[in-house]
């Protein structure tokens, strides 16, 4: 065998080294894309649970329902507290949205947070704070949220809490 026979094996053998490890690779970055992905679900999940155990608490739960029926039987200091409350939770939503946009997210969980977002923005006190406060949310968030309350699915009009007729 000659020498330019022994160069041409070597050039075939380290193309081919050198495509096996772009294979590896790319396989190697689907799975890290995907255990990306699957953590940035649960902290974003992580987020929206913390910001509802703070109303497993009867005085805060109170608040809240009170809140939701109607912003306008509030105190100012109740009305401070349900704003920050609920702020927290839409908040912790929009960020599935953000990560939904960037592919960090997948649809089929972004679902759960639109129907239980509508859900809860279509009871009178939900739907009276979000015209007020939706200018403390990002401009593609609030597009996304106008667009589901103008237009609710029957999954996420069930979705919102079982409030009793007012009391007052």
Same mark, same amino acid.
């Given at each position: 065998? #000659?020498?330019? &026979?022994?160069?041409?094996?070597?050039?075939?053998?380290? !193309?081919?080294?050198? @495509?096996?490890? =772009?294979?590896? $690779?790319?396989?190697?970055?689907?799975?890290?894309?995907?255990?990306?992905?699957?953590?940035?679900?649960?902290?974003?999940?992580?987020? #929206?649970?913390? &910001?509802?155990?703070?109303?497993?608490?009867?005085?805060? !739960?109170?608040?809240? @329902?009170?809140? =939701?029926?109607? $912003?306008?039987?509030?105190?100012?200091?109740?009305?401070?507290?349900?704003?920050?409350?609920?702020?927290?939770?839409?908040?912790?939503?929009?960020?599935?949205?953000?990560?939904?946009?960037?592919?960090?997210?997948? !649809?089929?969980?972004?679902?759960?947070?639109?129907?239980? $977002?509508?859900?809860?923005?279509?009871?009178?006190?939900?739907?009276?704070?979000?015209?007020?406060?939706?200018?403390?949310?990002?401009?593609?968030?609030?597009?996304?949220?106008?667009?589901?309350?103008?237009?609710?699915?029957?999954?996420?009009?069930?979705?919102?809490?079982? $409030?009793?007729?007012?009391?007052?």
């Amino acid at each position: 065998m #000659n020498w330019e &026979a022994i160069g041409a094996i070597g050039e075939i053998v380290g !193309a081919a080294g050198v @495509i096996i490890t =772009l294979v590896y $690779l790319s396989v190697q970055i689907r799975q890290n894309t995907s255990a990306t992905n699957r953590a940035n679900v649960r902290n974003v999940l992580e987020s #929206n649970n913390s &910001a509802l155990k703070s109303l497993l608490d009867e005085s805060v !739960a109170d608040l809240f @329902i009170r809140g =939701l029926k109607s $912003l306008d039987t509030l105190s100012e200091i109740e009305r401070y507290r349900f704003d920050n409350a609920f702020y927290q939770w839409v908040g912790s939503c929009e960020q599935a949205f953000i990560d939904n946009r960037e592919g960090r997210f997948s !649809a089929d969980s972004l679902v759960v947070y639109e129907n239980a $977002l509508t859900g809860y923005l279509l009871t009178p006190g939900g739907s009276q704070w979000w015209e007020e406060r939706q200018i403390w949310f990002s401009p593609p968030f609030r597009e996304d949220v106008n667009r589901l309350c103008k237009k609710p699915t029957d999954e996420s009009a069930k979705a919102g809490p079982k $409030l009793a007729a007012n009391d007052t």
